[in-house]
């Protein structure tokens, strides 16, 4: 069982399912536009990548430093479901600056929940984080897509996170017993 | 001018950092991004490769049809469809929309795909989500969302207009 559990662990599935990408797309190039098509594709992803390269590793460092700077099992004592608008704006704001991936943000989330964040300030986190994380405007999104549609999308989501404080508590309410008790369990915070 | 603003907060948390926990906590900031650093490396070399492929395999007028302007309520459909299923970060993803966008695809498309990606992704969902946070949390977020891919899609074109 340990072993079993071990080799889950090493395989990352996002990782199996980007290489299931690639060699899609690289299938359809090689098809359609053969050798020369393969070399145009991987000289834009150099250029691609020297683009992003220092920003991104610069965006890590801070991720790093964030998470020795605000614990959150610390953070999470002040996310309770009685701790009202500041509760919220402490979800909404520690999901603003949560940098780094999947991989950062739920086990982020998890070790919230266990020390206490509610539902509501726990839907600002995650809508937050999602829609308008700071790191990945700054690192991703102006550079690539622009200012003009940057700021378009920014204006039409801005008040999603808002709108999901309130409902997901509402709806969460609504939910049959059966599921409501599936709490999650404390996952280890490696 | 974004990397100057970085490269400023990132050496002000390690002053604070150093400050106020030490040569440890400096230690353990330094672990915390190497972790990552290593998860991610791979990641994000496959994710640069997927992009620019994609756009040598995507030829514009395919985009143009149906992620174009004129492509209108099928433009933002198809959109959401794409940023809902495709399993990526934004080191695939944010490129990917920037050579989509490059080659004729719309704004309310293109604002329909990164919010649905956001907001209502299965497999980070499935993969992430339910199991960190719980099924009761996952499920009733994701029925909240539902609608906001949408109602991004439908807004953003005439917001846009503003600055163009």
Known sequence: MVLLTRIKRRIDPSLLSLLAILAIVVTIVFVLEGGDGIVEGLRGSWSLTKRALPITLLGMGLAGTLQVLAPPGVVGKYMGDDSGLLGLAI????????????????????????SGAGIGPMAGYVSARNLVTVNRLVVWELPFLGWPFTLTRLIVSFWMPIA??????????????????KAPSKVANE | ???????????????????????????AGVHQTSTMLRRIAPMMVMGMIIA?????????????????????????????????????????????????MANGAGV???????????????????????????????????????????????????????FE
């Open chain 1, 91 to 114: 979800g909404m704001a520690a999901g603003l600056i949560t940098p780094g991936g999947p991989y950062v943000m739920y086990p982020i989330g998890n070790a919230l929940m266990a």
């Open chain 1, 164 to 181: 999901t404080v309130i409902l997901v508590p509402i709806v969460y309410r609504l939910l049959p017993h059966a599921i409501r008790d």
């Open chain 2, 1 to 27: 001018m974004t990397l100057g603003v970085m490269a400023g907060l990132f050496l002000t948390s390690l002053l604070v950092i150093k400050w106020r926990h030490g040569n440890e906590g400096v230690k």
């Open chain 2, 52 to 100: 620019a492929m994609a756009s040598v395999a995507l030829p514009s007028e395919v985009i143009n049809r149906w992620l174009g302007d004129e492509s209108g309520m099928t433009g933002v459909l198809i959109g959401i469809a794409v940023g809902a299923t495709v399993p990526a970060g934004p080191y695939v993803v944010i490129p990917l929309l920037g050579t989509l």
């Open chain 2, 108 to 162: 309310g498309p293109l604002a329909a795909f990164i919010t649905a990606w956001s907001v209502i992704p299965i497999s980070r969902s499935l993969v992430w989500e339910y199991p960190f946070l719980g099924a009761p949390f996952a499920i009733s977020r994701y029925l909240v969302a539902l609608a906001f891919p949408l109602i991004a899609g439908l807004l953003a074109p005439p917001v846009f207009t503003l």
